[in-house]
C-alpha cells in the first residue's frame, strides 16, 4: 500500500489491490488536514475524541451520471459525475473544511482521497440552508463511494457527517 503524502493543503491518495494479497487498512477516520503534519501534527486518538459526527448534518447523492464524454486515463476510463447536496438542519451554521473520499473498485482497488474545502470552496451553511455542487471521479471498472464531509461550528466544535454510500456502475455498453 502506498501513501502520498505532504501539505495539508495537497490532496492525498492511497492505493490498495486486495487481489494482490494485500490487506486494505482502513484509513485513519480523521483526515490530515485535521491533524496536521510534521511539528503540528496532533494525536490521532485526542482528535478523533474531539471530531464528532453532527446529528443536524446531512448528505444526500442527488445523481450520479455515467459520462464517457468526460476525459479519462486509459486505465480508468470510466467517468461518472456525481451531484451532492450537504444540508445544515440544525440551528447553528457549519463551516465545511474538508472531504474525504473512498472509492472501492470491484477488481480489489481502493483509492482515498481527502483535501481541504469542497471543490475550491470552505461553504458556510446556515441554519436550514444547503449546499450543492457536482464534480466526478473515474474508475477501471464498477465501484462503491462513500466518505465523510468534515466541518467547524460557530462555536469551534469539530465535526463531521458520512456520505452515503453510492455505486458507479459501468454500463454494459460501455
Known amino acids: 500500500m502506498t501513501r502520498v503524502t505532504g501539505p495539508p493543503t495537497q490532496v492525498h491518495s492511497q492505493v490498495s489491490r486486495e487481489d494482490e494479497g494485500t490487506a486494505v487498512e482502513h484509513p485513519s477516520f480523521v483526515p ?7 511539528d503540528d501534527r496532533r494525536d490521532d486518538e485526542a482528535m478523533a475524541g474531539a471530531i464528532r459526527e453532527f446529528e443536524g448534518l446531512r448528505v444526500t447523492v442527488d445523481d450520479v451520471v455515467y459520462m464517457p464524454s468526460l476525459d479519462a ?5 470510466h ?11 440544525s440551528p447553528i451554521p457549519v463551516t465545511i473544511r474538508g472531504r474525504k473520499w473512498v472509492v472501492r473498485e470491484d477488481g480489489g482497488e481502493v483509492v482515498v482521497v481527502e483535501g481541504d474545502g469542497v471543490v475550491g470552496q470552505c461553504p458556510v451553511i446556515g441554519p436550514g440552508g ?3 455542487y457536482n464534480s466526478y471521479h473515474v474508475v477501471a471498472r464498477r465501484a462503491r463511494v462513500s466518505g465523510a ?3 467547524e461550528t460557530a462555536a469551534g466544535e469539530w465535526i463531521f457527517t458520512r456520505i452515503p454510500e453510492f455505486l458507479l456502475e459501468v454500463p454494459n455498453w460501455a
Open 32 to 38: 490530515s488536514f485535521v491533524l496536521g503534519t510534521g
Open 73 to 77: 486515463p486509459p486505465e480508468k476510463p
Open 79 to 89: 467517468p461518472f459525475v456525481y451531484f451532492i447536496s450537504i444540508h445544515n438542519d
Open 130 to 132: 444547503h449546499f450543492s
Open 149 to 151: 464531509f468534515f466541518g
